[in-house]
């Protein structure tokens, strides 16, 4: 039987003491011859890691057990079996073991000391011995929580603050300040408040030369005796013959028929349709028209749907027609609806309406409204400006039969005169016109020459 090792010293510190079991008699056996038995041989116990020690629960006390009374028998030979020695545990698997697996502390028998040998312990081994005087030592130096939930416990992370307020720092005294420092300070607040001046590039006048000027001079004579003389002609120079010969519409024919057949005392209504914007243009088409009418000897009557309507008609008429013969009856708005009152009102059935006019929707409502009243018993005729030419046309037409006559703009004006042999008011203004647009033409042509030839005498050059 081999010897069981020897306890180390540490191990059998921190073994808990051992409790003196109560003496238990012997039964009263009767005596019986004593047979050789062999003992097995008992294992020595196997060196327990520190870290086995200390995670093995506290050993508890096994209750007294009191074996029963038996005889004694004759004890038979036993043959004594050898028992192999335990075997030493590598270091590397004793590292391998696995922290959380315990095994019951297991208290080494009394054993007798005669005949052991001490066993040696590693320097690695007696390395990783606990010293308890240091780890008390580590635990009273942390600090132990005073106050809140965690108060009592050690090794706690101190708290931080989110935010330091920054260090209050004394303000240093401000310094004298020089007069050129302050100088310099208000010379950059000046600066500061100054309004940002965006730079304006220079614009250089180009001097005007003296050709130049004499070009000018010489455009503006040429056009000032052109169109002046042909107006100042028939005033210094009797029957002079005109410059133009407008040609004579088959509307403007018609228009001079239907007054032609005027007599002396008829009724003419005559819509002024036109304001002050549209005189300078329209003057011009009516005025040959009533001349004509008062020539014929027909009592005119004046209306209008526009509340300026009937001043325009009083300027013209004060320097065409002849005192008591033209009254005006006034002006009436509602469009259409006007239009139908100026018809029925007044009981005098006209034998003409005359509609002088600058827009269509005028001329519309009389057509449409003297048709719905008089069907075709009762002529309507027109004097419009030039650009309701296209408009105008459709009413002219002689199935459709709602215009017996129109002129247009300053030609048909032109014309009209020309059909009456009289007043050539708006002939000279149509003559005045085109040699306005001659003298035009001809300054573009003598323009052209002219640089035509300074250009290739300078290319010469």
């Known amino acids: 039987m081999p010897a069981p090792a020897e306890i180390p010293d540490w191990l059998r510190e921190a073994a808990p003491p051992e409790v003196a079991a109560p003496e238990v008699a012997p039964p009263a056996v ?3 011859p004593e047979a050789p ?7 020595a116990p196997a060196e327990i890691p520190d870290w086995l020690r200390e995670a093995a629960p506290p050993e508890v006390a096994a209750p007294e057990v009191v074996p029963p009374t038996v005889e004694a028998a004759p004890e038979a030979p036993v043959s004594e079996t050898p028992v192999p020695a335990p075997a030493e545990i590598p270091d590397w698997l004793r590292e391998a073991a696995p922290p959380e697996v315990a095994a019951p502390e297991v208290v080494p028998p009394a054993v007798e000391a005669e005949g052991l040998a001490r066993a040696e ?3 690695w081994l007696e390395a990783l011995r606990p010293r308890p005087e240091v780890a008390e030592a580590a635990a009273e130096e942390e600090p132990v929580e005073s106050e809140g939930l965690l108060e009592g416990l050690r090794g706690l992370l101190p708290p931080a603050t989110a935010i330091q307020a920054p260090p209050l720092r004394e303000r240093a005294l401000p310094a004298e300040v020089s007069e050129a420092s302050l100088a310099r300070a208000q010379l950059l607040q000046s600066l500061l408040a100054r309004p940002a001046e965006v730079p304006r590039p220079k614009v250089r006048r180009r001097g005007v030369s003296i050709g130049e000027r004499i070009q000018r001079w010489l455009v503006a004579a040429v056009l000032l005796v052109a169109v002046g003389g042909v107006l100042m002609a028939p005033l210094v120079v009797p029957n002079v013959p005109a410059l133009t010969q407008p040609a004579v519409s088959p509307g403007a024919s018609r228009l001079y028929e239907v007054v032609q057949s005027i007599s002396a005392g008829d009724a003419v209504l005559v819509a002024f349709e036109y304001g002050p914007s549209e005189a300078d243009e329209l003057n011009l088409v009516a005025e040959p028209i009533l001349r004509h009418l008062f020539d014929q000897g027909a009592h005119i009557s004046v209306v209008s749907t526009r509340p300026e309507g009937l001043t325009v008609a009083a300027g013209l008429l004060n320097n065409v027609a002849p005192e008591g013969r033209y009254a005006l009856l006034g002006y009436r708005s509602g469009e259409a609806a006007g ?6 009102e007044g009981g005098i059935r006209p034998r003409v309406i ?3 006019t600058a827009r269509p929707a005028p001329l519309r409502w009389w057509v449409e409204q003297t048709r719905a009243l008089y ?3 009762l002529p309507v005729v027109a004097g419009v400006s030039a650009a309701l030419q296209m408009a105008v046309s459709p009413y002219l037409d002689v199935s459709a039969g709602q215009l017996k006559g129109a002129i247009y703009g300053l030609s048909g004006a032109a014309a009209y005169e020309t059909l009456r042999e009289s007043g050539w008011r708006a002939t000279q203004r149509l003559d005045a016109l085109a040699a306005g647009h001659v003298a035009i033409v001809g300054l573009m042509l003598l323009g052209a020459v002219f640089y035509a030839f300074g250009g290739a005498r300078r290319r010469g050059k």
Do not use: F
């Open 354 to 356: 005359l509609v002088l």
């Open 37 to 43: 038995v062999s003992e097995p041989p008992v294992p």
């Open 339 to 344: 239009v139908s009152q100026l018809l029925t």
């Open 30 to 32: 009767e005596a019986a």
């Open 121 to 123: 312990i590693p320097d």
């Open 375 to 377: 069907g075709d018993t």
